[in-house]
């Protein structure tokens, strides 16, 4: 098995917010798989408790933290309850995130809000992991962010340019960070087949969808997990600042 | 529920029964490669211009890993030999899952003191050889599971580097083919590069050019503060061929210290 340790995480301390299902609970469940302990983050408590006891049953270490990642003083409880629960941290994932399309004419608020989820969140949870990272001997942070960060389209104002925004957040942060021995990376996924997106998904867009797809199938969880195991183990350890896309080589958007 | 939306792979990153061909893996990052890819389980043809070479990472390789290996001496400029590897790897193996189009070659030469006949060879070893070796390989990847094409690209084909003016546009061209041919390849075969950086690969840097002192101002000017190992680039491949990849293709994967932004050969002031 000497062959798989360059893509093992023993001993490592993994963080991952929006982790109570669909790629953040495949990136929580392949990371304890490969050997962190990991606390898992989720807005709700039930979820961030269920997605942990299927780790822990599976033979894996992990804590549920309930966490609203648009609240600082919830963001400082997270890193709080994972130092006490495993002692230190070494990875990041910034996981949580959301929105979609907004008309034009949405209020300041709405518009604010895409970039209170998917970038303050972001910076700031970084800002208070990176000292505990840097303790613990070096590390990783990984922003999950979406191809929406590049494509164009009509009503995608807030969500997109947050998207992008975190993005480019995550090369800049990498220079900070990288005489501190943290390694900043993130994955910008195509359509992945979560709750999230069937919600919206009909058979007419997954068709149109696909016909952009050269790999002609929308992704799994698994497919963002194991680029996330990738960027986050050993096996990456010269690589930083990139935003690496995982969309079966196309693009797939709802309209 | 018949699909389990958690469901992982059991080893996302072996490529237990895979049979990969590695264009210059006589050399640094190529042997590297070889060395790698064997230790998650693959086959391995190593292609080089110099058959000593080769075949002392197939030797290397093979003992340390208790794979199979081949060793062979291929002129990539040259399409007959280009179809004696793929023949060779065939007859060898039997199949073909993986190309690393990884040969390539430059050095420092001043912007205006390159000749037509010398970018063309640029060309023709840098870029064509590629484009020939894939189309030579397509249908037999084609016939396997997780098929794929991955090509060694380099931080000078991403960034204004007229110090490097023949290898530098031949890089570029060659990363824009690899999109091309992801578009066009799918499903059954994948296509990526890594957009390497500076990379310590011993006398081949001093031979193209650089000097030591430049070498550590280049390694200075990194995020992380170093040049590559050639093992660094060796894990990328091994995660852009794995099923861990399998939804990727068409990227340009950066494994550069995250230093790309300063590829050019440093000055001293």
Known sequence: MQALKPFALDGQVAIVTGAGAGIGRAIAELFAQAGAAVAVSDLKKDTADEAAAAITAAGGSAIGVACDVTSAEARQALVDAALAAFGKVTILVNNAGGGGPKPFDMPLDTFAWAYELNVFSVFHLTQLCAPHIQKAGGGAVLNITSMAGENKNQRMASYASSKAAENHLTRNIAFDLGPKGIRVNAIAPGAIKTAALASVLTPEIEKAMLKHTPLCRLGEGRDIANAALFLCSPAASWVSGQVLTVSGGGVQELD | ?269
Request: aromatic content about 8%; glycine content about 8%; charged content about 15%.
């Open chain 2, 1 to 269: 529920m018949a699909h389990d939306p958690y469901q992982i792979l059991t080893h996302p990153f072996s490529l237990e029964g895979y049979a990969v061909v590695i264009t210059g893996a006589g050399g640094a990052i190529g042997g590297a490669t070889a060395h790698v890819l064997a230790q998650a389980g693959a086959n391995v043809v190593v292609s080089d211009l110099n058959l000593e070479n080769a075949e002392k990472v197939a030797a290397t390789v093979q003992k340390a890993t208790g794979r199979e290996t081949l060793a062979i001496r291929t002129d990539v400029t040259s399409e007959t030999e280009q179809q004696a590897l793929v023949d060779a790897a065939l007859k060898k193996f039997g199949k073909i899952t993986a190309l690393i189009n990884n040969v390539g070659w430059g050095e420092y030469t001043p912007l205006w003191d390159v000749t037509v006949d010398y970018m063309m060879k640029s060309y023709l070893l840098n870029t064509v050889s590629a484009y020939n070796l894939s189309k030579l390989c397509m249908p037999h990847l084609r016939k396997q599971e997780n098929a794929s094409i991955t090509i060694s690209g380099s931080a000078v084909g991403t960034s204004p580097s007229p110090e490097f003016i023949s290898y530098s546009n031949a890089k570029a061209a060659l990363l824009h083919m690899s999109k091309s041919i992801a578009a066009m390849s799918g499903p059954e075969v994948r296509c990526n590069a890594i957009v390497i950086g500076s990379v310590d690969n011993g006398e081949a840097t001093l031979n193209a050019g650089y000097d030591p002192e430049m070498l550590k101002r280049l390694a200075d000017s990194f995020v992380l503060k170093r040049r590559g190992a050639p093992f660094d680039i060796a894990y990328a491949f091994n995660y852009l061929l794995s099923p861990a990849a399998a939804w990727v293709t068409g990227i340009h994967l950066h494994v550069d210290g995250g230093g790309s932004y300063k590829s050019k050969m440093p000055t001293s002031d």
